[in-house]
Structure formats: C-alpha cells, structure tokens
C-alpha cells in the first residue's frame, strides 16, 4: 500500500510537500483553544467540588456552561454569522427536551439503587426509544 502513494507514478513532491506544512502549521487560534480549556477547568472544579458538596457539584454539572461554549465555538467558526448561530440556538432548544427526560429518569434509577450503569442504559434507553 505504501509503494502506491510514494510510487515515481503518484509521487508528487511539491503537492506532497504542500499538505505536509499544512498540517504542521495549522494556525492555532485562541478562539479555538480557549472554549477546549474552559470546558476542562469546569469538569476538574465539578471533580473538586463533589468531594465537598453534591449540591454544589450538581449545580455547577448542570449549568448551561456547555451550551454557552458550544455557541461560543459555532458563533467564532461562522465568524459570528446571524443565521448559522440562530438556527444552532434552536437545534439547541429542542436537544434540553431529551436531556430533560435523561436526568429525569437517571434520577428515578438511582432511586430505585441501579449502579452506574444502570443507570446510564437505562436513562439513554428512554431517550432512545
């Protein structure tokens, strides 16, 4: 398979060398990296803070943290384009109605003493059928 890429016949150097440096050099932006960081700092505070207090863990777990940084990462890659951020803002508003009946029923699990597992089948279950 090798000698079919860098065979005389489809060998070509300076195409070859071209995709190469793009992608080493791909620009990163700070707009790219900080919505990645971000989202990993909160899911270490949620880590810290379960050992203090759930309370505290499930509200900072369940803030719309994520879909503030999702809006931020499609609001910068359209360059900030009205229509493509109101229609991922919609897409938005109808992915809440099943992550509503996912925690619903998670909690019912956990009630009823499933383990993790359980629980998380049983949640996406519902959510799947």
Known sequence: MGDFFFSSKNFHPPLYRRCQNNLYNLPMKSQDILPVVFSVVIIIIVAILEKQSKVIAAITATMPLTAALALWIVYTSASG????????????????????????????????????SGILLNSLKLILE
Do not use: C, E, N, Y
């Not at 938005?92 to 699990?109: N, R, S």
């Open 81 to 116: 384009d009205q229509t493509t951020t109101t229609q991922f803002s919609l897409s938005m508003i109808f992915g809440f109605i099943p992550t509503f009946f996912f925690m619903v029923a998670a909690w019912i699990a956990s009630r009823a003493g499933m383990k993790l």
